[in-house]
């Protein structure tokens, strides 16, 4: 079976990929299960070494990689090469704080020796989507390699040539033979893969529906997983916020990555008394947006990546204005090659609305009116998602309790949201669960041991440091 690559800017086919056989899936598990056996007791500086050379190659290769990513999935060419940079941050994070985020912890017991390490677990499975080739990969790979584990890579085959591209990163960077591995196969062949012995744990980074099914699969062998699933992001505007500020940001953070992003800003959440002004001006920033050819440097909004998308987010609009949202701007595909659809504004949006309940993968905005702050608040957690969540307000202090009561995985005050490698990325409810980046996701994925040397014949209280 083949795999197509098919540039959403002009439904031109790329390139064509074979899917591997059922042979050379069993080589790369075996390839990746023999590297863990030398790469696990490879020392810190060693794997530093091999992680600050994929982030060279990176660079090096940046605007043939950035190209590549473009032309497979219709992200704007300098939010392509910014990708590639951050990927190469953040192998240089990992390369210079995996080693400490990863020592021995000492603990005053009654032993004579207590401490807690924390060990590879082995071959690592990542099932990565699309929106962000590179960096989503990067996300996990870079902390996994870190730890001493190897990994195997099912990508969305939309992007087979970035999922290739980075397993060549990883090669020319110097890691063992088989650590790092792409697998070509389809979702329906994922299965067998989760369930092998070899497998330690699995990642997944997609929608909710496809995370349910891969940590079923992964419950019934006791495999740990991490899941970073899908967002509807409130973006909430209280009465004291600088609404020009908010409106120009508001309008990027649902638009980047042509609103293809788990934590792009898609519910906008306005207190009453400055709607007008908000959605005037939000309106405004978002008609100003510049649509076009991904490989130009002036456009800030690409394709979709393929056609079934522009058309499911098509007819989420349809159907939010059956039920009475209101066009300000956008609402139509763009009658010319590509799969491209107008930035949307949507204006009295209801709790009822598709565009309000669902997840909308696609550069559409949906504002709805709250009283106030608490109905702001409870609006913000009216929904099956929690992955990210901004608040906009001159009182910092208030802003602070407000965040502590939007239940997300992070909220971001008076800011954009974005992921870090210095800070914990991930989500609760429908958004998944587990952590990536920081400390935090390194330890996702290694034995957390208890080792502890002799006893005393009479035990003593407990402390710890």
């Known amino acids: 079976m083949a795999m197509q690559s098919i540039n959403p800017a002009t439904e031109e086919v790329m390139a064509t990929y074979q899917e591997h056989s059922g042979a050379q899936v069993e080589e790369a598990l075996a390839g990746a299960q023999r590297a863990f056996e030398s790469w696990r007791k490879s020392p810190f500086?060693?794997?530093?070494?091999?992680?600050?050379?994929?982030?060279t190659y990176l660079r090096s290769h940046k605007t043939r990689f950035a190209t590549l990513m473009t032309q497979e999935m219709g992200k704007p060419i300098a939010e392509s090469e910014s990708e590639i940079?951050?990927?190469?941050?953040?192998?240089?994070?990992?390369?210079?704080?995996?080693?400490?985020f990863l020592a021995n912890k000492r603990v005053r017991t009654s032993?004579?020796?207590?401490?807690?390490?924390?060990?590879?677990?082995?071959?690592?499975?990542?099932?990565?989507?699309?929106?962000?080739?590179f960096w989503?990969?990067?996300?996990?790979?870079?902390?996994?390699?870190?730890?001493?584990?190897?990994?195997?890579?099912?990508?969305?085959?939309?992007?087979?040539?970035?999922?290739?591209?980075?397993?060549?990163?990883?090669?020319?960077?110097?890691?063992?033979?088989?650590?790092?591995?792409?697998?070509?196969?389809?979702?329906?062949?994922?299965e067998p893969?989760?369930?092998?012995?070899?497998?330690?744990?699995?990642?997944?980074?997609?929608s909710d529906v496809t995370g349910s099914k891969v940590a079923e699969a992964a419950g019934r062998n006791l495999k740990k997983t991490v899941l970073e699933l899908g967002g509807a992001d409130p973006f909430i505007v209280l009465e004291d916020a600088d609404i020009a500020t908010a409106a120009q940001v508001g309008a990027r953070a649902r638009n980047q990555n042509t609103g293809q992003s788990c934590i792009a800003a898609k519910r906008f959440i306005v207190v009453e008394n400055v709607a007008d002004a908000f959605e005037a001006q939000f309106t405004r920033a978002v008609a100003q947006l510049r649509t076009?050819?991904?490989?130009?440097?002036?456009?800030q909004v690409g394709p979709l990546a393929r056609a079934d998308l522009r058309d499911a987010l098509e007819d989420q609009v349809q159907r939010s204005v059956a039920q009475g949202a209101r066009v300000t701007t956008g609402g139509r595909r763009l009658e010319r090659k590509g799969y491209f659809y107008e930035p949307t504004v949507l204006l009295g949006v209801t709790p009822t609305m598709a565009v309000f309940r669902e997840e909308t993968f696609g550069p559409v905005a949906a504002v709805v009116r709250a009283k106030d702050e608490a109905e702001a608040i409870?609006?913000?957690?009216?929904?099956?998602?929690?992955?990210?969540?901004?608040?906009?307000?001159?009182?910092?202090?208030?802003?602070?309790?407000v965040a502590r009561e939007v239940q997300s995985g992070s909220v971001f005050i008076n800011g954009m949201v974005a992921s870090d490698p210095r800070l914990p990325f991930g989500g609760v409810k429908r958004s998944g669960y587990g952590r990536e980046l920081s400390q935090f996701g390194i330890r996702e994925f290694v034995n957390i041991k208890t080792v502890c040397v002799g006893s005393p014949a009479t035990p003593q209280a407990p402390r710890s440091e």
């Open 45 to 55: 500086k060693e794997r530093s070494q091999r992680m600050r050379e994929a982030a």
């Open 136 to 190: 989503q990969v990067f996300r996990f790979a870079a902390p996994a390699l870190m730890a001493g584990n190897t990994c195997l890579l099912k990508h969305a085959s939309n992007v087979s040539g970035c999922a290739l591209a980075i397993e060549e990163v990883f090669s020319a960077a110097g890691l063992p033979k088989g650590a790092f591995r792409t697998l070509l196969v389809p979702g329906a062949s994922v």
């Open 85 to 100: 940079e951050k990927c190469a941050w953040n192998c240089e994070f990992y390369a210079e704080h995996a080693r400490r």
């Open 193 to 206: 893969v989760i369930g092998d012995p070899r497998v330690a744990a699995v990642t997944l980074t997609g």
């Open 378 to 401: 409870r609006l913000a957690n009216d929904s099956a998602f929690g992955l990210g969540a901004s608040v906009w307000t001159a009182d910092l202090k208030r802003a602070q309790a």
């Open 292 to 299: 076009g050819d991904p490989m130009q440097r002036e456009t």
């Open 111 to 133: 032993s004579q020796l207590s401490y807690v390490a924390f060990d590879p677990l082995g071959v690592i499975l990542a099932i990565m989507p699309w929106n962000f080739p």
